[in-house]
Protein backbone atom coordinates (compact mmCIF):
# COMPACT_ATOMS: atom_id res chain seq x y z
CA UNK A 1 0.00 0.00 0.00
CA UNK A 2 1.01 3.13 -0.72
CA UNK A 3 0.78 6.29 1.85
CA UNK A 4 0.30 9.63 0.36
CA UNK A 5 0.94 12.76 2.66
CA UNK A 6 0.20 16.25 1.60
CA UNK A 7 1.55 19.82 2.66
CA UNK A 8 1.89 23.16 2.06
CA UNK A 9 -1.08 24.64 2.38
CA UNK A 10 -2.96 27.71 3.81
CA UNK A 11 -3.84 30.82 4.06
CA UNK A 12 -3.25 33.32 0.46
CA UNK A 13 -4.24 36.66 -0.70
CA UNK A 14 -5.65 36.81 -4.31
CA UNK A 15 -2.37 37.08 -6.87
CA UNK A 16 0.14 35.12 -4.32
CA UNK A 17 1.75 31.71 -4.27
CA UNK A 18 2.03 28.41 -2.93
CA UNK A 19 3.49 25.44 -3.13
CA UNK A 20 2.16 22.09 -2.56
CA UNK A 21 4.44 18.62 -1.24
CA UNK A 22 3.07 15.52 -1.63
CA UNK A 23 5.68 12.58 0.01
CA UNK A 24 4.62 8.64 -0.86
CA UNK A 25 5.67 5.85 1.32
CA UNK A 26 5.34 2.72 1.67
CA UNK A 27 4.96 0.02 -1.30
CA UNK A 28 5.83 2.21 -3.98
CA UNK A 29 6.19 0.83 -7.65
CA UNK A 30 9.15 1.01 -9.51
CA UNK A 31 7.64 3.74 -11.63
CA UNK A 32 4.61 5.32 -10.94
CA UNK A 33 2.05 8.63 -12.18
CA UNK A 34 1.33 11.27 -9.31
CA UNK A 35 -1.06 14.30 -10.11
CA UNK A 36 -3.14 16.45 -7.72
CA UNK A 37 -6.92 16.97 -7.66
CA UNK A 38 -8.83 19.82 -5.90
CA UNK A 39 -12.29 19.47 -4.94
CA UNK A 40 -14.19 23.07 -3.76
CA UNK A 41 -17.33 22.97 -1.49
CA UNK A 42 -20.39 21.59 -2.83
CA UNK A 43 -18.90 20.87 -6.16
CA UNK A 44 -16.82 17.41 -7.62
CA UNK A 45 -13.16 16.68 -7.18
CA UNK A 46 -11.15 17.91 -10.53
CA UNK A 47 -8.31 17.07 -11.88
CA UNK A 48 -5.52 19.96 -11.50
CA UNK A 49 -2.14 18.42 -12.79
CA UNK A 50 -0.94 15.08 -13.63
CA UNK A 51 2.94 13.91 -14.12
CA UNK A 52 4.37 10.83 -15.39
CA UNK A 53 7.52 9.10 -13.50
CA UNK A 54 9.50 10.48 -16.80
CA UNK A 55 8.36 14.03 -16.17
CA UNK A 56 5.69 14.15 -18.68
CA UNK A 57 2.89 16.94 -17.80
CA UNK A 58 -0.63 17.49 -18.52
CA UNK A 59 -2.81 20.39 -16.94
CA UNK A 60 -6.43 21.25 -16.66
CA UNK A 61 -7.26 24.65 -18.31
CA UNK A 62 -8.07 26.57 -15.12
CA UNK A 63 -4.37 25.25 -14.27
CA UNK A 64 -2.42 26.13 -17.20
CA UNK A 65 0.08 29.01 -17.32
CA UNK A 66 -0.34 29.44 -13.19
CA UNK A 67 0.73 25.88 -11.94
CA UNK A 68 3.53 23.61 -12.39
CA UNK A 69 3.58 20.49 -10.94
CA UNK A 70 7.09 18.53 -10.78
CA UNK A 71 8.51 15.34 -8.49
CA UNK A 72 11.65 14.82 -7.19
CA UNK A 73 11.92 10.57 -7.55
CA UNK A 74 14.79 9.99 -5.47
CA UNK A 75 12.72 11.53 -2.41
CA UNK A 76 9.10 10.06 -3.94
CA UNK A 77 7.92 13.57 -3.41
CA UNK A 78 6.00 15.52 -5.81
CA UNK A 79 5.17 19.23 -5.92
CA UNK A 80 2.63 21.75 -7.27
CA UNK A 81 3.99 25.25 -7.50
CA UNK A 82 0.56 27.66 -7.62
CA UNK A 83 1.10 31.54 -8.78
CA UNK A 84 -1.51 34.11 -9.42
CA UNK A 85 -3.83 32.26 -7.41
CA UNK A 86 -7.63 33.16 -7.35
CA UNK A 87 -10.29 32.35 -5.04
CA UNK A 88 -11.82 29.94 -7.21
CA UNK A 89 -8.80 28.32 -6.39
CA UNK A 90 -10.29 27.58 -2.86
CA UNK A 91 -10.43 23.79 -2.43
CA UNK A 92 -8.76 20.89 -0.47
CA UNK A 93 -6.45 19.78 -2.38
CA UNK A 94 -5.45 15.97 -2.77
CA UNK A 95 -2.25 14.23 -4.31
CA UNK A 96 -3.21 11.40 -6.16
CA UNK A 97 -0.39 8.33 -7.65
CA UNK A 98 -0.86 5.39 -9.04
CA UNK A 99 1.00 2.88 -12.22
CA UNK A 100 -0.44 5.48 -14.94
CA UNK A 101 -2.40 8.72 -14.81
CA UNK A 102 -5.37 7.03 -16.33
CA UNK A 103 -5.52 4.64 -13.01
CA UNK A 104 -5.27 6.62 -10.15
CA UNK A 105 -5.29 4.32 -7.34
CA UNK A 106 -4.11 6.24 -3.88
CA UNK A 107 -4.86 9.34 -2.45
CA UNK A 108 -3.78 11.81 0.27
CA UNK A 109 -5.81 13.14 2.86
CA UNK A 110 -6.16 16.59 1.21
CA UNK A 111 -4.49 19.81 1.99
CA UNK A 112 -6.73 23.20 2.42
CA UNK A 113 -5.72 25.88 0.23
CA UNK A 114 -7.58 29.20 0.72
CA UNK A 115 -7.48 32.47 -1.68
CA UNK A 116 -9.09 35.34 0.24
CA UNK A 117 -8.29 38.79 1.55
Known amino acids: QVRLVESGGGLVQPGGSLTLSCAAS????????MGWYRQAPGKQRELVARITYTGTTDYADTAKGRFTISRDNAVNTAYLQMNSLKPEDTAVYFC???????????WGQGTQVTVSS
Open 26 to 33: GSIPATYA
Open 96 to 106: TSGLNWFAFTN
